[in-house]
């Protein structure tokens, strides 16, 4: 798992939050979030945006998948 997974997965726990919930507040699917969790999927940029602004966490965007336009 990646820090970043970890990060998230730690912010999940400490405010109660299960891969539902974190996909329904956020737009993305259950799916995906599981992905992002489990490390077989990176968030692109705008994914983790979303995730830390539910759950109030940041990250360094060169950890992130870029997007292409």
């Given at each position: 798992?990646?820090?970043?997974?970890?990060?998230?997965?730690?912010?999940?726990?400490?405010?109660?939050?299960?891969?539902?919930?974190?996909?329904?507040?956020?737009?993305?699917?259950t799916?995906?979030?599981d992905?992002?969790?489990?490390?077989?999927?990176?968030?692109?940029?705008?994914?983790?945006?979303?995730?830390?602004?539910?759950?109030?966490?940041?990250?360094?965007?060169?950890?992130?998948?870029?997007?292409?336009?």
């Amino acid at each position: 798992m990646t820090a970043q997974c970890t990060a998230i997965t730690n912010a999940m726990s400490s405010k109660g939050y299960d891969s539902a919930r974190l996909a329904k507040q956020t737009g993305l699917t259950t799916d995906r979030i599981d992905a992002i969790l489990s490390g077989s999927s990176k968030p692109s940029q705008q994914e983790f945006k979303s995730i830390g602004n539910v759950l109030g966490i940041s990250s360094d965007a060169s950890h992130v998948a870029q997007v292409s336009a």
